[in-house]
Nanobody
Framework: QVQLVESGGGLVQPGGSLRLSCAAS????????MGWYRQAPGKQRELVAR???????NYAASVKGRFTISRDNAKITVYLQMNSLKPEDTAVYYC????????WGQGTQVTVSS
């Protein structure tokens, strides 16, 4: 049973930064594309960043240039560095594979507010 545990969220002022972590257990994911998703209140979950097994990255237009996804296959962990945060980035953030999704973790809440 694969478990995903997200952490690193919190309350931050506009323009601030946070670094999210997602640790996976019960699997190795070195060859799999992984992604960070977010779900804001009343909205559908959306993919905001993805990284292939080889390290290639893609971002949603709304976060491009501000967010950076990375991975440490030895630690089975995916990271999301979020800079220049905006109130519209407020959401619960999750990680998962891009295809053949595992069960979702509990997510980590990011709130951007002054």
């Amino acid at each position: 049973q694969v478990q995903l545990v997200e952490s690193g969220g919190g309350l931050v002022q506009p323009g601030g930064s946070l670094r999210l972590s997602c640790a996976a257990s019960g699997t190795t994911f070195s060859s799999r594309a992984m992604g960070w998703y977010r779900q804001a209140p009343g909205k559908q979950r959306e993919l905001v960043a993805r990284i292939t097994g080889g390290g290639s990255t893609n971002y949603a237009a709304s976060v491009k240039g501000r967010f950076t996804i990375s991975r440490d296959n030895a630690k089975i962990t995916v990271y999301l560095q979020m800079n220049s945060l905006k109130p519209e980035d407020t959401a619960v953030y999750y990680c998962n594979r891009i295809t053949a999704l595992w069960d979702w973790g509990q997510g980590t809440q990011v709130t951007v507010s002054s």
